[in-house]
């Protein structure tokens, strides 16, 4: 069995790059392999909700946050007050964080504050946990770039789709 890493944009999504997560999820799933993503919002969120939808538990399905499940929340909550995403996308977040821990699939971090640099060692652990990446890199974001880069610098298959979206 491989660990195949699922990464790219949260920040907006359109239906085809919908359509070519949950597509890829399902063939992972079906070959037997297991899926690693960083429970955030966009690309990750649509491959854990598919992942789940097809009943992955921990032998298949491993979600990376960087703190606990508790300042994760919170962080969420914090953000959709300041206006970064709505209470609507945080709250369904953070009900599909709860479910994935109540399946064994949820490693937490041990960052108490959550920033720019929390999210790259985050990118580090999913990356390290890899056999190969598949990346929806939307609008050529730093994040994804940043994970595509450390696959490359580790030796590990690479699989990029790219996106532009206005």
């Given at each position: 069995?491989?660990?195949?890493?699922?990464?790219?944009?949260?920040?907006?999504?359109?239906?085809?790059?919908?359509?070519?997560?949950?597509?890829?999820?399902?063939?992972?799933?079906?070959?037997?392999?297991?899926?690693?993503?960083?429970?955030?919002?966009?690309?990750?969120?649509?491959?854990?909700?598919?992942?789940?939808?097809?009943?992955?538990?921990?032998?298949?399905?491993?979600?990376?946050?960087?703190?606990?499940?508790?300042?994760?929340?919170d962080h969420y909550l914090k953000?959709?007050?300041?206006?970064?995403?709505?209470?609507?996308?945080?709250?369904?977040?953070?009900?599909?964080?709860?479910?994935?821990?109540?399946?064994?699939?949820?490693?937490?971090?041990?960052?108490?504050?959550?920033?720019?640099?929390?999210?790259?060692?985050?990118?580090?652990?999913?990356?390290?946990?890899?056999?190969?990446?598949?990346a929806f890199h939307i609008n050529n974001t730093e994040?994804?770039?940043?994970?595509?880069?450390?696959?490359?610098?580790?030796?590990?298959?690479?699989?990029?789709?790219?996106?532009?979206?206005?």
């Amino acid at each position: 069995m491989k660990w195949i890493a699922i990464s790219g944009g949260w920040r907006i999504i359109n239906s085809q790059v919908e359509d070519d997560v949950r597509k890829t999820i399902r063939e992972i799933i079906s070959q037997g392999n297991g899926i690693v993503s960083g429970g955030a919002q966009g690309v990750d969120y649509i491959a854990t909700e598919e992942a789940l939808k097809n009943g992955c538990g921990k032998d298949h399905l491993k979600i990376i946050i960087p703190s606990t499940l508790e300042i994760y929340k919170d962080h969420y909550l914090k953000r959709a007050k300041e206006g970064v995403l709505t209470y609507e996308r945080a709250e369904k977040l953070i009900t599909q964080l709860t479910e994935v821990k109540k399946r064994g699939c949820l490693e937490e971090g041990k960052d108490i504050i959550i920033e720019n640099p929390t999210y790259f060692r985050r990118i580090e652990k999913i990356i390290n946990k890899a056999d190969e990446l598949i990346a929806f890199h939307i609008n050529n974001t730093e994040g994804t770039q940043y994970t595509i880069d450390k696959a490359k610098g580790k030796g590990i298959p690479v699989k990029i789709h790219n996106y532009q979206i206005k």
